[in-house]
């Protein structure tokens, strides 16, 4: 048996708590992106013009937070049947491959430079303020972005602020290379463009597979299927389930499971057992359908 299909979308107001924090998150990265650049320009720094570029690739990926937020609110239509929930998935995925080619241009940038140390430059000490301030201002905007994803449960906006955290790691990064360049180091500079480089690399590959790996109809989490099971088999008429099968829509999950009942049950009664068993499932946890089978036994 069907349960009739779940027509819901993201809530208005997690749309727009979306929304409102990626445009922060864009104001920010567009005033650290020049200073950042300009200075780093006029500094000599490598360090400091990587950042900028990091703190560049954050405003594409606030564009595809936004792109996904208005696509993925969607409810479903004849091309998408099961919704466009995944919208943020491949949002995600792009950030991550967009992570993994900055930070693979940066070690190629940062190998090339090392390899002829007598043309480095000392930089002016204005980078190491700038730096600094960098650091102060990603570390904010990650904290926020990451309470606002946590409140709305959405795993676009936690990529995003850990984008935002990466950047602050990278910052601190580049205020100990520029500080150690200018206290006699030179070298210090590069290997900090590279340190940089290697952290936005990995954080790439961490979004860019996890994202893959949804987008194959992978199965939700042990603890969430575990929750799961334990609402229908507490829901009332219920001797027991099997074929239980789960596969992640974007931060939602959708569930399919042959449900065993009394056999001598009318198609009504079964009907009503599997519906609000269906009920309990969706009641408080990430699950936008139940597709429900019983079995008489």
Known sequence: MSSPPDTRVETPDRQAAARRSTWVSVWVNLLLTAVQMAVGLFAQSQALVADAIHSLSDLVSDGLVLFANKHSAKGPDADHPYGHLRFETAATLGIGVLLAAVGLGMLWGSFQRLQAPELIPVVHPAAFYVALLALLS????????????????????????????????????????????????????????????????????????????????????????????????????????????????????????????????????????????????????????????????
């Open 138 to 297: 990603k570390e904010m905007l990650f904290r926020y972005l990451l309470r606002v994803a946590r409140r709305v449960r959405s795993t676009l906006l936690v990529a995003n602020a850990w984008h935002a955290r990466s950047d602050a790691a990278s910052s601190l990064v580049v205020a100990m290379g520029v500080g150690a360049n200018l206290a006699g180091l030179p070298l210090a500079d590069p290997l900090a463009a590279l340190v940089v480089g290697l952290m936005i690399v990995r954080m790439g590959w961490k979004f860019s597979w996890q994202a893959f790996n949804d987008l194959v109809d992978r199965a939700a989490d042990t603890d969430t299927e575990r929750a799961i099971r334990e609402r229908i088999l507490g829901t009332p008429g219920v001797r027991g389930i099997h074929d239980l099968r789960t596969r992640k829509m974007g931060d939602m999950v959708w569930v399919e499971v042959d449900i065993e009942m009394d056999g001598r049950l009318t198609i009504e009664a079964g009907h009503a057992i599997a519906v609000e068993a269906r009920r309990r499932v969706m009641a408080d946890l990430p699950v936008l359908d139940v597709m429900t089978h019983f079995d008489p036994v």
